[in-house]
């Protein structure tokens, strides 16, 4: 309670702060008083201070009302009320005022366009501005209010940008709710009706309108609101029919425009006045026609009358022969329908030229609407893109300079020539000419001590001392090993009928073999500075070292290889299947209880097959070879534990984890 008596304070004190303010004009009173308060409790009470001072402020003219939703707006910018707070006043106007007051204030909000597109009051204050149009468009008429419902489509036309999705008829709907109604009594002509109310002239000599022809006109409207009926193989058949019967009326009937046009002007050549003529100019127009039957010769009179019904053609079959994205394939005309459409849209536009005042310029005009129809057309086809202002092609200077160069480039021949004089050659690119000139033998360069990337066999073995056995397990380290040792090492190339080790344990040989050599010859170079001595010392030593170490020798060879081919060199693929089974199962091989825990919990093993490398064939051989997710989890983790030599449980673990396979991981590690 005493919250809201708090506000209720700060809110009548907004108030009388606000109606100073605005009276003087002097923003900066209301800015000071209205910082002695927080943010939320400021804003929510000067918002409603605004609405109680409109209630005073209704009774003013439009002037006065435009000038506090102007000093509204400059609150917004001086973060004194929320953006909203101006386009809500100006909803509370437009409820307030007739709608003869409204039109003369919506100028205001047309005007101020750019303001309601500012970043500060366009993303708080569009969804009020729609809503306040909206509520506007549904107090006025269509028909008698026309030009003020124009304006107001055509302000948020401007306001929304064209990305704004809301306003496109992307799915080109129709609007089936504009259903035209008409009917009547079809026991008398209405020829008869008209001649009780009208004096026709017996000279003249006019179509007779009946029952039939006021249906059949009317009826067109049907096709005109939903134009998908025309592919309909029955309903075509009566469109054609109707239209015929209409554009023959039209063709036949004469327009009394003309007639009325010159006793316009008789009369205003008698009055001779400006005000007059002013009001003879003036031309009625209405949105919506009348049905009734006694009226149909009279609208048949009437140019605009019959220019909105040939339009009303020229766009149905437009829509029919266009191509829209969202049409059916069966929504395609045949070639004697579209030959039928051609032909009548020859006619319908002699038609429009013949109908005064000036046909030929109002034909012109409606072609050219209809162009542009097309291009928005295929704007929505493409899927609505934004609209981007091409380019233009600048040419820089750059680009000019080459163009230059390349019209007063040398013969090939010349330059040619030139490079042979200096004993170089030209290879055509100038990258490509520098590389292949520098050096004249290429094998020459290739030899030298520059290109030679090979380290020394020791520095590689022993760097780090090879992390011992580990660093002989790895891949690369071990393929590297076996290429230098069997350029740069004696030990290499050995002759024995022994099987070959496995490369791990072989590489850790040698590595122990080189670092006993390297000590080895490292003690004999500092025991004397004579190289003869030294010499004679290194023999020495490496013969008592085979004396010492011959059974050591003797077990490396064992493990060395098969010498039957002098290039054999030591493969893990010799190793026998039952010992690279057993290590494997050792090191890698995941047991079944494993294997079916996390089988279970593998709901999407096609993920995890694509990341262990499974092609897309692969993947549907174990959809086909068995009945459920868990068989096919279990059967493709089994093949890559058989086949894979990276498989092991800690490889596996590892990428179900980065593939978010929670549970699969869960159980994998909670199984023995």
Known sequence: MSTKIGFDELRVKYKDVLSKAFSTNNIDLLDSFSKKASETDRKAAMDQAFRDKLLELLVEDSATLENYVNFCIESCRRQMVTPTMPVVLLGDIFDALTLNKCEQMFTYVESGVTTWREELFFGACKNNLLRMCNDLLRRLSRSQNTVFCGRILLFLAKFFPFSERSGLNIVSEFNLENITEFGGDNSSTLKDALDEDMVIDDDKNKLTIDYNLYCRFWSLQEFFRNPNTCYNKIQWKTFVAHSGSVLSAFSSYKLEAIELQKSKLNRLKAINTDVEMKESKEQHYFAKFLTNQKLLELQLSDSNFRRCVLIQFLILFQYLTSSVKFKLESQELKTDQTEWVQETINLVYKLLSETPPDGKCFVECVKSILKREEHWNSWKNDGCPEFQKPKPPVQSESTEEVRRVRKRRRPVGDIIKEYESQKKHFMGNTELT????????????????????????????LSGGAEGAEAGRAAGWGWRALRLLARRSPHFFVHTNNPIGRL?????????????EVAANAAASNSNGDANINSDKNIKQESHDEDITEEQIEA?????????????????????????????????????????????????????????????????????????????????????????????????????????????????????
């Not at 290429?442 to 290109?451: G, I």
């Not at 791990?504 to 006993?516: G, N, W």
């Not at 091989?589 to 692969?618: F, G, P, R, S």
């Not at 699969?664 to 199984?671: D, F, G, I």
């Open 434 to 461: 520098k590389l292949w000139n520098l050096c004249p033998d290429n094998l020459a360069a290739c030899r030298t001590k520059e290109r030679d990337f090979m380290p020394s066999l020791e520095s590689y073995m």
């Open 504 to 516: 791990p344990d072989y590489l850790d040989d040698m590595v122990k073999r080189i670092s006993r």
């Open 556 to 672: 490396d060879l064992i493990k060395e290889g098969d010498a039957n081919d002098i290039e054999q060199v030591p493969d893990s693929t010799h190793v026998t299947d039952d010992d690279d089974k057993t290590e494997r199962a050792r090191l890698t091989m995941i047991t079944e209880t494993q294997l079916d825990a996390v089988a279970k919990k593998l709901t999407d093993w096609k993920k995890l097959a694509v990341k262990l490398d499974y092609k897309q064939d692969e993947i549907e051989y174990f959809e086909t070879e068995n009945a459920t997710d868990e068989a096919r989890a279990k059967n493709m983790l089994k093949l890559w534990f058989d086949d894979d030599e990276d498989a092991s449980v800690e490889n596996l673990l590892y990428i179900m984890e980065g593939l978010e396979l929670v549970e699969a991981c869960e159980a994998l590690k909670s199984t023995k």
